[in-house]
């Protein structure tokens, strides 16, 4: 992840303006996009007769790497555990899988998985392919400039006689980079600013340029700003284990999931960001990372903790640690999904 600190202004007694967790580069949803459209062999992934008659179950996590409208992917296991025949079936399968609609030069990856019960008939299960999105904007990002002056208030929002006539506040904002030399395009995600300091604060980002932009390319990053007004509770996470993490989330058997976590080097940690509901969860590993995790990780991004209004403007941004360990994770009944 990609951060500009931005040293904290005391614009008055009491009153502070921060970015929290500064800018983050966005994804390039361009890999989501051209997904929508991917071409599936015409005949589903048959569970091998051989393998099943021996009853062996299998699991296989395998990375595509999409060059050509018209080429097979490349193809990297991740994650295998099953025979021969079952792997040598998975590889026959995803070759013959196709992304039309990709465009001249661009590039997709996805991770697919595929499980294989061989109780009762065998079932072979897959999940849709998750994109997994270029890293390219944090480079981009790197020389990022503003216009070198101080973010201010504006007057409106300084106190008179009360501190109620200051609101706490934050706003998300999306900024999207055509040019190297013009002003970025910005998008509000999530506002319950003071109107005042969000004006001023669209104005400070009208000035940001990035100069290193290549033609014709177009990048982006979100940046959330935070309005606290001294005296008021500015809440903090503790660090979790995975377990308890998950018993702070709402509605938590809404979204049925089974994921296997002996399949993704753990135990391990994970540094976790509220975005939820206002925007979506920031999830990194720390340490080493693994593209095994990228499916849990995709999950935890849409979590959302059940919080009060008020707890949730005051974390919103807030960082803590999750430490995972091994074993599975499932909740509710996960539906049946054939390739």
């Not at 006539?165 to 030399?181: C, H, M, Q, S």
């Not at 979204?255 to 969860?281: H, I, K, Q």
């Amino acid at each position: 992840m990609f951060k500009i600190v931005v040293a904290l202004l005391a614009l008055m007694a009491g009153l502070c303006l921060q970015p929290a967790q500064a800018q983050t580069p966005l994804p390039d949803r361009g890999g989501e996009l051209a997904l929508s459209c991917l071409v599936r062999p015409e005949a589903a992934l048959a569970y091998p007769e051989e393998v099943l008659k021996q009853r062996l179950s299998g699991f296989y996590r395998v990375q595509m790497r999409f060059t050509d409208a018209n080429k097979r992917p490349e193809v990297e296991v991740l994650y295998e555990a099953g025979s021969t025949g079952l792997h040598e079936a998975v590889l026959d399968y995803v070759s013959r899988m196709r992304l039309p609609c990709l465009k001249p030069g661009q590039t997709v990856m996805a991770l697919q998985e595929f499980s294989f019960d061989a109780l009762g008939v065998g079932r072979v299960t897959s999940p849709p392919p998750l994109n997994v999105p270029s890293s390219q904007a944090a480079s981009y990002t790197q020389c990022l400039r503003s216009s070198g002056q101080p973010l201010e208030l504006s007057e409106p929002s300084r106190p008179s006689r009360s501190v109620n006539t200051i609101k706490d506040g934050n706003l998300i904002v999306e900024v999207y980079f055509n040019a190297p030399d013009r002003p970025p395009e910005v998008k509000v995600i999530y506002d319950s600013m003071y109107a005042a300091n969000r004006d001023s604060i669209l104005e400070y980002l009208s000035k940001y340029r990035l100069p290193c932009l290549p033609a014709g390319q177009r990048t982006g990053i979100e940046q959330q700003f935070s309005v606290h007004w001294g005296g008021n509770l500015k809440f903090a996470f503790n660090d979790l284990s995975l377990v308890k993490f998950l018993g702070l989330v709402k509605d938590l058997n809404a979204r049925p999931v089974e994921f296997n976590l002996d399949t993704m080097s753990c135990p391990f940690r994970l540094r976790w960001t509220l975005g939820r509901p206002a925007t979506a969860n920031r999830v990194y590993e720390v340490g080493e990372s693994n593209a095994n995790r990228l499916p849990l990780l995709a999950w935890l991004r849409e979590l959302e903790l059940n919080l009060t209004k008020e707890r949730f403007e005051g974390l919103l941004g807030a960082e803590l640690l999750i430490d995972v360990p091994c074993g599975t994770i499932k909740l509710g009944d996960v539906p049946a999904k054939t390739s």
